[in-house]
């Protein structure tokens, strides 16, 4: 069974940081596009940041640009979310997500829930004033 399972979220003042962690179990996702998406209260899910299969290209979201990194350690199978500077707006239950498919032909697909067939049960992010 395909499990991807978030951590690392709580309760951070402004200006603080925060670092997820998506570790995957039941298949190996080394070498799988990956990605982060949040959901705040009354929203859509959007899209945070993505990264090829080896890392070796990032993508964000205009709103975290400079503020968050993802990366991934695909000998441990586990997807990173570094986030500093954090904001109110930043509040929201961050998922991680993965694809079986080994690469996305387009840049754009990256940015879009419905290119990724895993999903995790989310963590909470709360960044109060």
């Known amino acids: 069974q395909v499990q991807l399972v978030e951590s690392g979220g709580g309760l951070v003042q402004v200006g603080g940081s925060l670092r997820l962690s998506c570790a995957a179990s039941?298949?190996?996702?080394?070498?799988?596009?990956m990605g982060w998406f949040r959901q705040a209260p009354g929203k859509e899910r959007e899209f945070v940041a993505a990264?090829?299969?080896?890392?070796?290209?990032?993508y964000y979201a205009d709103s975290v640009k400079g503020r968050f990194t993802i990366s991934r350690d695909n000998a441990k199978n586990i997807l990173y979310l570094q986030m500093n500077s954090l904001k109110p707006d930043d509040t929201a239950v961050y998922y991680c997500?993965?694809?079986?498919?080994?690469?996305?032909?387009?840049?754009?697909?990256?940015?879009?829930?419905?290119?990724?067939?895993?999903w995790g049960q989310g963590t909470q992010v709360t960044v109060s004033t």
């Open positions: 997500a993965s694809t079986w498919k080994d690469y996305l032909p387009d840049s754009r697909m990256y940015y879009a829930a419905n290119e990724y067939d895993y």
């Open positions: 039941g298949r190996s996702f080394a070498g799988n596009p």
């Open positions: 990264t090829t299969g080896n890392g070796g290209v990032t």
